[in-house]
């Protein structure tokens, strides 16, 4: 199915292709025939690819070993909270059974030496499979992973065995990284420095949540990367150079003409900037765009602008058949063809005035410059309203959210970033492998324009009107998540790994306990898990953010969520100072009704937070998750004293299900009739050990990590129905396993 949607068209396309490129017009019949017989072979050759690709994904079978492997690291270092990400060829050495290379993305916490791109290590791995998108509009680890051709990811244990066996041999991977590593040290701003190593070589890894969310709000993502944009003002600017050369030398002037002096650099100066920049799909189209033009240009042959993008989608589909699968990929070339249209249609309204203008009207050059500076911010907001509504629907599709204040923000952005940063961040990154002290100027000058820049961007990120939030897919009828109606309630359990997250919704009122944050997560489980839940369902409000202790990573997620989602009131266990807003102590009891739902949180004194969501005549549900037995004794007596009421049809394992978090006494009170496990192992023999430990058949533990993210839809005096996530999801290609 993916390789007839990704193939299909480029074969479909051959017989312009023949008639672009050789001037060979095949008839109509024939060309169908031959472009269907294409088609057929290349889709079968791709989804031989695919399968062989999918074939060498690590097994869950395996999931969890431990094994010693040669590494060379082929990727730029990234840091995620206090551990570093990479991804690197593997040849795994032992145990024996394994033996076998393939492509892992390796997280290394807190290393005793920094790992450099280029370089080889001998390390000791704990190999586990990507994880498939169980929740609720949530990222899908597995699509990603099989569109970058990685089989598994690692994490490097400490050992005595990890050791590193070669240094960097150079080459074009260990440049970009020297580079990025003399901007980060040369300025002293970490946010600039972040800013122009992505300038410079496309290295964003540095780039904060909070500059991500602030360039995604006022619409200049596509300028902090290396854009397409980037990538053709180098070649204008090296073919400018090359023609002031060329008409400088006279030796130049008599042996080569002077355009093709200037394509003979500008392109291949451009090809040599987007691999430096990591050749990403923009700058791909934008290299083959630009030598398609050149080419034409010189060869003294016309074509159509949308010509020239048609064969820059073909080879782009031909060097990746995947990249359908990046979001840069649509943006990309929907962008372009909103661009191409938008001059096209330019060029047509200037021909009718030109057509209908007097003969003694004064030439246009006569124009004041006040008229010029009006019809160039004329155009170029046509410009940008033209590309913002094209890409307006696959931008809502892809991350539900629209910049607004974008399309005034790009008319100042662009020049500063395209005239300014992008000269900064290149400038100052080659005279810093000459000399430090040489490029101190530039990047002082760099710093200054950020500071003035930076804060105006933030200003207008903190506008209500910036961007909207919508998720079009919950507002189609057959694919809008089912709301409770009165009288009813849905708990939504995510898979968070070793963390845990639950969104609770009734008719008109939602809850959200703990937002899946886990020990140096920094919010990242908020943004990536929680925030997409809900505009899956919908929701734009929260009334209560329940938080079950207030620790430093769930006080991260907390402010993360707030951010994204309306936020009326914050309860949690603990203390949370200098908190945005007052924190209700969650561990006093408060019984409260929400459309005919009861709820009611508690907890022992300088505890965690209980949940108990349901009905006096049942079912209902108790979210005792971080207590320990100390508080689960304490609550347990004050259950038998009649101070609480403990009992629950489904309970929600404290700690992951471990035994030493209950007492006794604290199950036999809450008398539950099934078991939610959370964590990142549903092995078989945990799922009896928690059964024993809640004195229930095992069949009645349901483990997150092994069935995935699960709704419970409670009605007073029905049983709960469990509606499981993942069952009601499509089987893309990317999830087949063809060992199966």
């Keep these: 199915m993916l390789a007839l949607a990704l193939l299909s068209p480029l074969a479909l396309l051959l017989p312009w292709v023949l008639r672009f490129f050789f001037d060979y017009s095949l008839p109509r019949f024939r060309g169908s025939l031959l472009a269907f017989g294409v088609s057929s072979v290349a889709a079968l050759l791709t989804l031989l690819v695919a399968l062989d690709q999918l074939a060498q994904r690590w097994s869950p079978a395996d999931e969890g070993v431990r094994v010693i492997a040669d590494v060379v690291i082929d990727s730029l270092t990234e840091r995620s909270g206090l551990a570093l990400e990479f991804d690197a060829l593997v040849h795994i050495e032992s145990p024996e059974r394994l033996q076998r290379k393939l492509r892992l993305r390796i997280s290394w916490r807190e290393p005793y030496a920094l790992p450099r791109a280029g370089e080889r290590w001998r390390l000791l791995l704990q190999v586990s499979t990507p994880r498939a998108n169980s929740n609720p509009g949530g990222f899908d680890e597995q699509r990603e992973f099989f569109r970058d051709r990685l089989q598994g990811r690692a994490r490097v244990l400490p050992s005595t065995l990890n050791e590193r066996l070669a240094s960097a041999q150079g080459g074009l991977l260990v440049l970009r990284e020297q580079l990025a590593r003399g901007v980060r040290d040369a300025v002293v701003d970490r946010d600039a420095a972040a800013l122009f190593a992505g300038l410079a070589v496309g290295a964003t890894g540095e780039v904060s949540c909070e500059q991500w969310q602030t360039f995604s709000i006022t619409g200049t993502t596509h300028l902090v990367a290396i854009s397409g944009m980037h990538v053709t003002l180098f070649c204008w600017l090296v073919a400018a150079c090359a023609r002031a050369l060329w008409r400088r030398s006279q030796r130049l002037a008599g042996y080569i003409d002077r355009e093709i002096f200037a394509a003979s650099l500008g392109v291949p100066a451009a090809c040599g900037y987007a691999l430096l920049a990591g050749f990403g799909i923009p700058t791909q189209r934008t290299v083959v765009m630009l030598a398609v033009w050149w080419s034409l240009r010189l060869s003294g042959r016309v074509h159509a602008p949308f010509d020239v993008l048609g064969v820059a989608l073909v080879v782009v589909l031909c060097i990746d058949p995947f ?361 078989t023999d945990r799922r009896e050990r928690v059964a024993s430990s809640w004195q229930i058949a095992a069949e009645r533990v349901y483990a997150i990590a092994e069935q995935g993210a699960v709704t419970l839809h409670l009605r007073a005096g029905l049983p709960p129905r469990w509606l499981r996530h993942a069952g009601l999801q499509a089987a893309p290609l990317w999830r087949y396993d063809p060992r199966q």
């Design 323 to 683: 990249a359908a699968l990046s979001s840069g990929f649509w943006l990309s070339f929907i962008a372009m063809a909103a661009l191409i249209f938008a001059g096209e249609t330019d060029k047509a309204e200037k021909a009718d005035a030109a057509s209908t203008q007097r003969i003694d009207e004064p030439s246009r050059a006569g124009r004041s410059l006040q008229r010029k500076a009006l019809a160039w911010l004329r155009e170029n907001l046509r410009t940008q309203w033209w590309v913002s509504l094209a890409l307006l629907p696959i931008t809502l599709l892809w991350f539900s959210r629209v910049s607004i204040a974008g399309l005034l923000v790009n008319l100042a952005a662009i020049p500063v970033f395209s005239f300014v940063l992008v000269p900064v961040a290149l400038g100052g990154s080659a005279l810093g492998l000459w000399s430090v002290s040489a490029a101190r100027p530039i990047w002082w000058l760099g710093e200054r324009v950020h500071e003035a820049l930076w804060p105006a961007l933030v200003a207008v990120a903190s506008q209500p009107w910036a961007a909207i939030e919508w998720n079009p897919l919950a507002s189609l009828p057959w694919l809008r998540a089912e709301r409770p109606a009165q009288g009813e309630v849905m708990v939504t359990a995510l898979e968070a790994g070793n963390g845990a997250a639950f969104i609770i919704r009734t008719q008109q009122h939602t809850l959200v306990y703990d937002t899946g944050e886990d020990f140096d997560s920094e919010g990242r489980a908020a943004e990536r898990l929680v925030l997409p839940a809900l505009r899956s369902f919908g929701i734009k409000k929260i009334d209560l953010l329940l938080l079950s202790r207030t620790h430093a990573y769930r006080a991260a997620g907390a402010a993360r969520l707030m951010q994204g989602a309306k936020v009326a009131q914050l309860a949690g266990g603990g203390e949370w100072p200098g908190a945005a807003r007052a924190l209700e102590d969650c561990t006093l009891p408060r019984e409260w009704r929400w459309d005919g739902v009861e709820f009611t949180h508690f907890g022992e004194a300088d505890g965690s937070c209980v949940l108990r969501v349901g009905f006096k005549a049942n079912p209902t549900v108790l979210i005792p998750e971080r207590i320990d037995a100390r508080e689960a004794a304490g609550l347990a007596v004050r259950a038998q004293r009649g101070e609480l009421d403990l009992a629950a049809t489904v309970v929600v394992a404290p700690r992951r299900g471990s035994p030493t978090a209950v007492t006794a006494d604290f199950v036999s009170a809450v008398d539950a009739q099934w078991v939610l496990l959370g964590g990142r192992d549903g092995a």
